[in-house]
């Protein structure tokens, strides 16, 4: 054993020493964090939330069901505008993503394709809801193309995503021996990913039927329009608590359907994989 009076310190660097990119972006998003926080609590208005809430109770309940049967309807056509756009951006984004995959496609082709994602994703599907509801009108095609587009954005990125984290020599070498780019594909790389994709689809699903409830709002078809004519109504506040209390059960009831469907797709494809 080393005597106590022997025992050197061990060496410290300086403060400045210490910083790399990681802590100046922590140091930079804190401030921010304090600085916003302080600009907003500065510029907000007071506000006395015991009256608000009780005005919330009165106004609100009990919720209103009776008109269930057609609250259901338009939940009905909300699930289909989800189902139907959630497929199409998903056919597409296959497609899509191998062209923004960095170790399959040429760089300009991936640098194309990217900007591409990046457009239908900066624009919130509320905003896409918008336009397409001036093409189309207020229909339920409307919101179909709304989603799809949306969707496109955030597939295309999850999919390319997933492609590059694959190795691809096995698809490579099929190629090399003969076979197709479509049967390079389905036996090289398509085995790799189809657990991640079939994940990531799911929860496209899964925020879809959300956003599907939202878009009616602007007219793009679904139970956002009867709970924007519910709004619109003096005495409608009552069935926008039972509109709500509906979205609210199918939203629970798909992410539980979700959970179960990712993890049996897991431990299909891997049984020694723990999934969520």
Known sequence: MIPDGEIKKLPQRAWFERLNLLNIIVIVFLF????????????????????????????????DFSD??????????????AIVS????????????????RNVSPSWLVQTTRMFLNITRTLPSLIWAFIFVIFFGPTPIAGVFALTFYSLGYLGKFFSESFESMDIKVARGLKLIGANPVQAFLYGLWPNVKAQVWSQSLWMLEYNIRSASIIGLVGAGGIGMELNKAMEMASGFQ???????????????LDLLGQGIRRWITQKINPKSISD
Do not use: H
């Open 68 to 81: 269930f049967s057609l609250i259901l309807e338009s939940l009905g056509e909300t699930f289909q505008i």
């Open 32 to 63: 921010l964090t304090i600085f916003s926080g302080k600009n907003l609590m500065d510029n907000n208005r007071p506000a006395d939330v015991v009256a608000g809430f009780k005005y919330f109770i009165k106004k609100f309940f009990p919720p």
């Open 239 to 253: 069935r926008v608590t039972a509109i709500l209390i509906c979205i609210l059960v199918i939203v629970i009831f």
């Open 86 to 101: 959630t497929f199409i951006a998903v056919i597409f984004s296959l497609v899509i993503s191998i062209g923004a995959s």
